[in-house]
C-alpha cells in the first residue's frame, strides 16, 4: 500500500495538482514548471553521518526511503574564507566547497536525488544533453546504480568534459564540428527520444534536478548555523539559485533561518542574456537577448537561450532581491587565482565568475563589510584527458544527424 504523501507535486503557474505517480517535467494543462511541497510537519533533519540525501529525505520528492540512490554526494565543506574576505574586506564570507563531491561539481547531487526520483516512478532510462557536468554526475551515478541508463548528446566542442569511463548502460552521441551548439544537440536528441521512447531529463523543470542542488543550500546553513544575507552563484539557467531559495523558504517555514537571501547571480559578459534582461527590467527574454553561439571561458555556463526559464527566475529576484552581475574574463582569470592563493580551492571558472563579482559588489559596497554571504563554488575542472573514449559519432546532412558507421542511404538519427 502507498504510504500516505509526505509531499505534494503542483504546476508554479495554474497550480494544478499531480499525484507522485510518473515522471513529468511539465505541467499537461498549461506547460508550466512543476514544483513541489512538502509536509513541514513531518520533518526532521538528521545529522552529518547519514548521506545528505537520506538527512533531508522528508524534504526530497521521494516517499520510500528504500528508493534513496546515494553514490556518494554531498557533505562537503563550507568554508569560513577569512583570508579572502580579509583581502575583500569582510567578516563573514562562506565557501561552500562543491568541488568535493564524486565527479567534482554539484551536480552530482541532483544525478542522486533524479535517479531516486525516477525509481520511485519507475523510469529507468532518460536523455541529457548540455555542456558535460550533469552527464558526466549522471553517468557516474547510473554507472554505480543499474539497471539505470542514459543516453548522452553532446557537441564535439564539449566532449572533453565527459570524463567517465565507458559504461554499456550509458550510451554516448557525438555531434562532429567544433561549431555544433548545445541547441542541436538538444534538437537531435528531441528527435531520438521520440524514436525511441526514451524521455529527457528535463533540465530546469525536473523536480528532482532543482530538489538536489537545494541539499547544497541546506547543508551550508547547517554547518554554518546561521542565517545567510546573500546567495551567490555562477548561473547557466539559475536552477540551483532556485534551489537555494526553495530551501530558504522551507527552512523559514521550519524556524530554523529568520531571512531569505538577497541573490547575487553571475554570468560571463560574453554570455549574459539573463543579466541583459535584468537590466533592462524584462520580466521575460527578448528576442534580443538570445545568444545563438555563446561564447566564453566558463564553460557551464554558456546558454545562449533563457527563454524558457527566466520568467522563474525573474520572479524569484523580484521576491528576494539582489542582483545580476557580469564578469570580464580577466576578472575571471584573476578571480580564480585569488580564491586558490587565499583559500587553496581549485574552482572552475564558472564557480570562480562568483569571486569577480563579490569584488564588484564589495567595491561599490552593494554587499556590507559585515553581511552573511554564502558563495556557491559549483565545480571544479576534471582532466580533459580522461574523457570518454566509446561514443557513437553523428555527421551533419541535409537531411539531419546521421551516425557516421552507416551508410548514406540510412535514416538519420
Ligand atoms: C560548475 C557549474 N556551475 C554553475 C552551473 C550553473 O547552473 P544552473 O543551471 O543551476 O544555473 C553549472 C551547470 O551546469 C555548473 O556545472
Ligand atoms: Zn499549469
Not at 28 to 36: I, K, Q, R, T, W
Not at 148 to 160: N, V, Y
Not at 189 to 195: C, I, L, Q, T
Not at 282 to 294: F, K, N, Q, S, T
Request: charged fraction near 25%; charge should be neutral.
Amino acid at each position: 500500500m502507498m504510504r500516505e504523501p509526505i509531499f505534494r507535486e503542483y504546476c508554479l503557474l495554474c497550480a494544478k495538482q499531480y499525484p507522485p505517480d510518473a515522471f513529468r517535467t511539465r505541467c499537461d494543462a498549461c506547460g508550466g514548471a512543476l514544483d513541489v511541497d512538502y509536509d513541514l510537519a513531518r520533518v526532521r533533519i538528521r545529522d552529518n553521518r547519514e548521506a545528505p540525501i537520506a538527512r533531508y529525505h522528508e524534504l526530497l520528492p521521494v516517499q520510500d526511503a528504500s528508493n534513496l540512490v546515494h553514490v556518494g554526494a554531498g557533505n562537503t565543506p563550507c568554508v569560513h574564507a577569512r583570508e579572502l574576505g580579509r583581502k575583500l574586506g569582510m567578516s563573514a564570507l562562506y565557501l561552500k566547497d562543491e568541488t568535493k563531491n564524486p565527479t567534482g561539481t554539484v551536480k552530482d547531487r541532483p544525478a542522486e536525488v533524479v535517479l531516486s526520483y525516477l525509481k520511485e516512478r519507475d523510469v529507468w532510462h532518460i536523455t541529457s544533453s548540455a555542456t558535460g557536468n550533469s552527464s558526466t554526475a549522471f553517468a557516474r551515478a547510473t554507472i554505480l546504480s543499474p539497471p539505470f541508463e542514459h543516453s548522452i548528446f553532446i557537441g564535439e566542442r564539449w566532449l572533453s568534459r565527459l570524463t567517465f569511463e565507458a559504461h554499456e548502460r550509458v550510451h554516448v552521441w557525438v555531434l562532429e564540428g567544433r561549431e555544433t551548439t548545445t541547441l542541436e544537440a538538444i534538437a537531435c536528441s528531441r528527435k531520438w527520444e521520440r524514436d525511441n521512447g526514451v524521455p529527457a531529463e528535463g533540465g530546469f523543470f525536473n523536480i528532482g534536478r532543482r530538489e538536489g542542488l537545494k541539499l547544497a543550500f541546506l547543508e551550508a546553513v547547517d554547518q554554518v548555523r546561521r542565517p545567510f544575507d546573500w546567495y551567490m552563484q555562477g548561473v547557466s539557467t539559475g536552477m540551483g539559485a532556485y534551489a537555494a531559495f526553495k530551501g530558504a523558504l522551507q527552512y523559514q517555514a521550519l524556524g530554523l533561518v529568520d531571512r531569505i537571501p538577497k541573490m547575487a547571480l553571475v554570468q560571463e559578459a560574453t554570455c549574459a542574456p539573463q543579466v541583459q534582461a535584468w537590466r533592462e527590467g524584462c520580466d521575460g527574454i527578448r528576442p534580443h537577448h538570445i545568444l545563438e553561439r555563446p561564447d566564453g571561458i566558463a564553460d557551464a555556463l554558456l546558454k545562449g537561450n533563457h527563454t524558457e526559464t527566466y520568467p522563474y527566475i525573474y520572479r524569484m529576484m523580484t521576491r528576494t532581491g539582489g542582483q545580476f552581475v557580469s564578469v570580464s574574463e580577466e576578472e575571471i582569470r584573476s578571480a580564480q587565482r585569488d580564491l586558490k592563493e587565499a583559500e587553496g580551492i581549485s574552482a572552475c571558472f564558472s564557480a570562480s565568475t562568483t569571486i569577480a563579482a563579490l569584488k564588484k559588489l564589495r567595491a561599490t559596497e552593494q554587499i556590507g563589510a559585515s553581511e552573511c554571504v554564502l558563495v556557491m563554488l559549483t565545480g571544479s575542472d576534471r582532466d580533459p584527458r580522461r574523457h570518454v573514449r566509446n561514443y557513437t559519432r553523428l555527421v551533419r546532412t541535409a537531411a539531419g544527424w546521421r551516425r557516421a558507421d552507416t551508410p548514406v542511404e540510412q535514416e538519420a538519427v
